[in-house]
C-alpha cells in the first residue's frame, strides 16, 4: 500500500504526517499501519473535513449544553444523478468497487462525525447493491447503534434526475441539527430547517484553512480537534463491514 510506505518513512525520519482517507481498503493493513505510527510517536491526523470545521464544533457544543435535549440518533443520506460526480471523471478509481464508492468517499466523512457524537458504533445491518462483480456499489442501506442503541441510519442511491444530496441529520428531543454538503449548519425545532449562522463565502477554503490551523496545534503538541488515525481506523472498519453487507443482529 503506497499510502503506508510513504506514512512510515515520513514517520521514520521524525516528519509529522497528515493521511488522506480512507487509510486503506485493507483493514490488516491500515491496523498495521495505526500500530506503526503510534509507536513512531510522531503527530498524526487523517483528512476527515468535518473534523475541526465550524459545524462539527458548534454541534458538539450545542450538545453539549443541552439545546438539542436528548440525542435520538442520526440519519445520513446521500444520493447522486451519477457516479463519479462529474467533476471526479478523470479519477477513475472511484467507480470501481475495489477502492472506489461515495460509501468510501462521502458516508465516511459522515460516519467520523458520528461516532464522534454518539461515540463508538456497531454495525447492525447492511446491504448494498452492485450493478456488477467490479463496478462499485449504486444503493447501500445500514443501520448502526451506539453503546446506548441510539441508531445511525444510512440511505444512499445512484441514478435519476436529480442535484446531488449529501447531508447528516443529528436528531434530538428539543431540536435537531442538518449539516448539508459537510458545512451547510441548519436547525430545526419542528418547523423547517433554518440556518444557525452566516456561512462563509468559501465553505471548502474555510475548511481546509481549519484543518491546517488544527494541523499546526498537533505539531505544536496542543490539543487538536483533527482526526486521529485511530479513529479512522474504525470509520474504515464500519465502512468495509457495510460494503460486505456484514452486521450482527440485536
Not at 468535518?50 to 454541534?59: F, I, P, V
Not at 451519477?82 to 461515495?102: C, I, N, S, T, Y
Request: hydrophobic share 45%.
Amino acid at each position: 500500500m503506497p499510502r503506508k510506505a510513504y506514512a512510515l518513512e515520513a514517520a521514520a525520519a521524525g516528519k509529522a504526517i497528515f493521511l488522506e482517507k480512507p487509510l486503506g481498503v485493507d483493514i490488516a493493513e491500515s491496523r498495521a499501519l495505526v500500530a506503526e505510527l503510534q509507536a513512531a510517536g510522531v503527530p498524526a491526523a487523517v483528512n476527515f473535513t468535518q473534523a475541526a470545521g465550524a459545524a462539527l464544533t458548534d454541534l458538539t457544543r450545542s450538545i453539549q449544553e443541552g439545546a438539542l435535549g436528548d440525542l435520538c440518533g442520526i440519519d445520513i443520506i446521500v444520493t447522486y444523478p451519477a457516479w463519479p460526480r462529474a467533476w471526479q471523471v478523470d479519477a477513475d478509481w472511484l467507480r470501481f468497487a475495489a477502492e472506489g464508492g461515495m460509501t468510501r468517499e462521502v458516508i465516511s466523512h459522515f460516519l467520523f462525525l458520528s461516532e464522534r457524537v454518539l461515540g463508538p458504533l456497531t454495525l447492525q445491518w447492511a446491504h448494498a447493491e452492485y450493478p456488477d462483480d467490479k463496478l462499485c456499489e449504486t444503493h447501500v442501506a445500514a443501520r448502526l447503534v451506539n453503546s446506548e442503541g441510539l441508531p445511525v441510519s444510512i440511505l444512499g442511491s445512484v441514478g435519476g434526475a436529480q442535484p446531488d444530496r449529501q447531508e447528516v441529520t443529528v436528531k434530538g428531543a428539543k431540536a435537531s441539527r442538518r449539516i448539508s454538503e459537510f458545512s451547510i449548519d441548519t436547525v430545526s425545532t419542528g418547523e423547517n430547517f433554518a440556518p444557525t449562522s452566516d456561512a462563509p463565502a468559501d465553505t471548502r477554503a474555510a475548511s481546509l484553512k481549519a484543518q491546517l490551523d488544527d494541523m499546526a496545534l498537533l505539531m505544536a503538541g496542543k490539543p487538536s480537534r483533527l482526526a486521529t488515525p485511530e479513529e479512522a481506523l474504525r470509520v474504515q472498519e464500519l465502512i468495509e463491514g457495510i460494503l460486505a453487507n456484514r452486521g450482527v443482529q440485536s
